[in-house]
């Protein structure tokens, strides 16, 4: 329970601090490169790996890239919505990654794995919704 009220007063700290720092349009621009060649660099490394490996590291790399742009979207143009927006991406980049990491597991424990993400899934949906209204 503390690690979420840790966590749940970081986020909203990020969220009131970013609305006294907007970003220019070339330090936009740098930002947006900067998070495709990232997003290069992560897919490069997951092309060695095969299987289901390959699988996790491939939404690893796709959630980090939407993250970093939800990011720097609400650093561009700092924003209520804005912020929940980033707060749903990362909701949506564990769940994607949390599906995959099941798909190693058999029969009832795969089972509850993917209804545990799904409900960490709502969960963040929830709280992202939260922080907007109150932000």
């Known amino acids: 329970?503390?690690?979420k009220l840790l966590l749940l007063s970081v986020a909203m700290t990020c969220a009131f601090s970013s609305a006294a720092m907007a970003m220019t349009k070339a330090e936009h621009q740098t930002q947006k490169d900067s998070i495709a060649s990232d997003y290069k660099i992560n897919m490069d490394k997951c092309a060695s790996l095969k299987a289901n490996a390959k699988?996790?590291?491939?939404?690893?790399?796709?959630?980090?890239?939407?993250?970093?742009?939800?990011?720097?979207?609400?650093?561009?143009?700092p924003t209520a919505r804005h912020t929940e927006i980033v707060s749903m991406a990362k909701g949506d980049a564990a769940y994607?990654?949390?599906k995959e990491r099941c798909d190693d597991?058999?029969?009832?424990?795969?089972?509850?794995?993917?209804?545990?993400?799904?409900?960490?899934?709502?969960?963040?949906k929830e709280e992202a919704r939260v922080v907007r209204v109150r932000a």
Not at 55 to 77: H, M, N, P, R, T
Not at 105 to 120: E, H, P, S, Y
């Open 55 to 77: 699988d996790i590291c491939v939404s690893e790399a796709k959630g980090a890239q939407k993250i970093a742009k939800a990011e720097l979207a609400s650093q561009y143009d």
């Open 105 to 124: 597991l058999v029969g009832n424990t795969k089972t509850i794995c993917q209804k545990d993400a799904k409900a960490a899934h709502v969960k963040a």
């Open 96 to 98: 994607d990654t949390a």
């Open 1 to 3: 329970m503390k690690t």
